[in-house]
């Protein structure tokens, strides 16, 4: 089964911009849509951004235009540019399969604070 580990996490002020990887243990998933959620403290894990086998990408009202989700094949990898973070960003972000039926265990996740 495929393993998914998440990277690129850190702390940022406010304006600034992260770039989160997440990285599959089998080539496979490039016939997959892939997806990155959130978690942040006390709520429900939410869904950001989603970006399909052949590129389409969706996003969360919240990330258009400041997040921007991609992925490379050749290197089973999915990537979150993260530009104009803001405080509200913070939670631990995950990725995962997009559709609910396919998704494989959650991974760790990677932590991202944005404060002044």
């Known amino acids: 089964q495929v393993q998914l580990v998440e990277s690129g996490g850190g702390s940022v002020q406010p304006g600034g911009s992260l770039r989160l990887s997440c990285e599959a243990s089998?080539?496979?998933?490039?016939?997959?849509?892939m997806a990155w959620y959130r978690q942040a403290p006390g709520k429900q894990r939410e869904w950001v951004a989603s970006i399909s086998s052949s590129g389409v990408t969706l996003y969360t009202d919240s990330a258009k235009g400041r997040f921007t989700i991609s992925r490379d094949n050749a290197r089973s990898t999915v990537y979150l540019q993260m530009n104009s973070l803001k405080p509200e960003d913070t939670a631990v972000y995950y990725c995962?399969?997009?559709?609910?039926?396919?998704?494989?265990?959650w991974g760790q996740g990677t932590q991202i604070t944005v404060s002044s």
């Open positions: 089998r080539s496979s998933i490039s016939g997959n849509a």
């Open positions: 995962n399969i997009a559709t609910p039926r396919d998704r494989v265990p």
